[in-house]
């Protein structure tokens, strides 16, 4: 007998279609968010609209005030520095555990995203880059055999991806991270796996040093030009 397959329910639709419009940076960070116009678009009823921003809530995409709407999250510089700190926790561990559960399976599965990393920047496909940049890390999670850490990135892995999207307008940022790709990469399959952890702290540690401390918004700190091109 075949496995029956639940259809999709219109809130799960819905959520889906708004967080990748967040991600994507179709919606950036600090908009504000209609349910009038998201239902319309969809051709459905607020209620699901409704439901649907209730859990990007929860996954901490958007932020829901009485009487002032719903709007997509944006960081202060401290923040940065707190999701950095969450995200080298994790993959370092995820990292670590992966590449002593299977190196070899590791680096083989990295190394065919970057094979399409490469195409997507030799197209100058922005979008298909960063869906690629965000498998890239997810690998480390794929592999490392423990569900509670792969849980716990999960969890925040859309926030983070739509930070790497808006990261992505620096260009010396998405040069470099490109690069390190590769290298990480290349020590795993050296079995070099301190260098590896060496190169993953500094690709991290980049966007936690792209603002200072004292942005309290750093969506409207880079509208306003007044961050570096890191």
């Known amino acids: 007998?075949?496995?029956?397959?639940?259809?999709?329910?219109?809130?799960?639709?819905?959520?889906?279609?708004?967080?990748?419009?967040?991600?994507?940076?179709d919606i950036p960070l600090g908009a504000a968010i209609s349910e009038r116009t998201i239902a319309a678009e969809l051709n459905v009823s607020k209620t699901p609209v409704?439901?649907?921003?209730?859990?990007?809530?929860?996954?901490?995409?958007?932020?829901?005030?009485?009487?002032s709407g719903v709007r997509v999250f944006t960081l202060s510089a401290r923040e940065v520095r707190e999701i950095c700190a969450f995200r080298q926790v994790l993959e370092?561990?995820?990292?670590?555990?992966?590449?002593?559960e299977d190196a070899q399976g590791l680096a083989d599965a990295l190394q065919d995203v970057v094979k399409q990393m490469d195409v997507a920047h030799a197209e100058s496909d922005h979008r298909r880059y960063l869906e690629l940049d965000n498998d890239f890390?997810?690998?480390?999670?794929?592999?490392?055999?423990n569900s509670y850490l792969t849980n716990s990135y999960v969890r925040y892995a859309a926030?983070?991806?739509?930070?790497?999207t808006h990261l992505a307008v620096k260009p010396r940022h998405t040069m470099l991270s490109y690069q390190e790709h590769g290298d990480i990469v290349a020590a795993i399959r050296e079995g070099q796996n301190q260098t590896v952890l060496t190169i993953l702290e500094k690709h991290l540690g980049r966007t936690r040093e792209t603002y200072e401390i004292g942005i309290e918004d750093i969506a409207i700190a880079d509208a306003a030009n007044l961050t570096p091109q890191s």
């Open 137 to 145: 890390h997810q690998r480390f999670f794929d592999f490392c055999g």
């Open 50 to 67: 409704r439901e649907a921003l209730a859990q990007l809530s929860v996954e901490g995409l958007v932020t829901i005030k009485p009487q």
């Open 159 to 164: 926030k983070i991806a739509a930070l790497r």
């Open 92 to 100: 370092t561990a995820a990292l670590t555990l992966a590449m002593e």
């Open 1 to 25: 007998m075949a496995d029956f397959k639940r259809p999709k329910s219109l809130t799960s639709v819905v959520t889906h279609h708004v967080r990748m419009l967040i991600v994507h940076g």
